[in-house]
């Protein structure tokens, strides 16, 4: 960041013309930042940032060409004083929490108020990151948390988790894990233990909120058996 500038330089990527030229007009008129980039897609994005840097970057995950993802691991290798913010329709706890891990500063859904975007430019722009109120696995935790607590447990028990929150009775799991059912059982208590999980939904709430679990449709399901 170059902490000599008054004005927060920003860039748009965003594959919607019209969703691109109003959140542009909408930005220049705030104070205090503007837009210098617009762009439709990662390549067009990363082209105009070797000629203009930028302070933050907002750029849909969806694109054409080059999605958000492929861009901001570029971003972060030949422009590591940007700071980027990701957006997108989309907003699941477990996607969330993996543009996080690529290096996002922040994420905020696309039917945010402009004042909470606004609010997330400012914050990344000053403090490195915002985490969206409208993002309800981030409130009471950050990122780093949950990474450290998805890596507190093993392979097996991030098994067992799954088969929990998906709704495995004790019964079918021992017979897929090869374990008798008091063996799952005391498994089962002593992971709810951990998580401080109150009942089986509180569990999988607390699951969710950590990226623990990442919620599979019924024939995914099946088709795990």
Not at 94 to 99: D, G, K, Q
Not at 210 to 223: G, N, Q, S, V
Request: hydrophobic content about 40%; charged content about 30%; aromatic content about 6%.
């Amino acid at each position: 960041m170059n902490t000599e500038r008054t004005v927060i330089q920003l860039a748009i990527a965003e594959d919607h013309h019209l969703m691109r030229e109003s959140l542009g007009r909408t930005l220049n008129r705030q104070s205090g930042m503007q837009v210098v980039i617009m762009a439709a897609h990662g390549r067009e994005l990363l082209d105009a940032m070797a000629d203009k840097p930028v302070d933050v970057v907002l750029m849909d995950l969806d694109m054409p060409i080059m999605n958000g993802k492929e861009a901001l691991v570029i971003i972060q290798e030949k422009f590591p004083d940007t700071k980027v913010i990701m957006f997108s329709m989309h907003s699941d706890p477990w996607m969330v929490f993996e543009i996080m891990q690529w290096g996002a500063r922040s994420f905020v859904p696309k039917n945010s108020t402009v004042n909470e975007m606004v609010r997330a430019i400012r914050a990344v722009y000053k403090y490195g990151q915002y985490y969206s109120t409208e993002i309800q696995w981030m409130e009471g935790s950050n990122k780093d948390e949950s990474l450290k607590m998805r890596l507190s447990f093993g392979t097996k028990e991030l098994e067992m988790i799954q088969m929990i929150c998906d709704g495995r009775t004790s019964e079918e799991m021992a017979k897929m894990l090869h374990l008798t059912k008091k063996a799952i059982d005391a498994r089962r208590a002593e992971l709810l233990k951990r998580l401080d999980a109150k009942n089986p939904v509180d569990f999988v709430r607390k699951c969710m909120l950590h990226a623990l679990y990442k919620p599979r449709t019924d024939e995914e399901i099946r088709a795990s058996d």
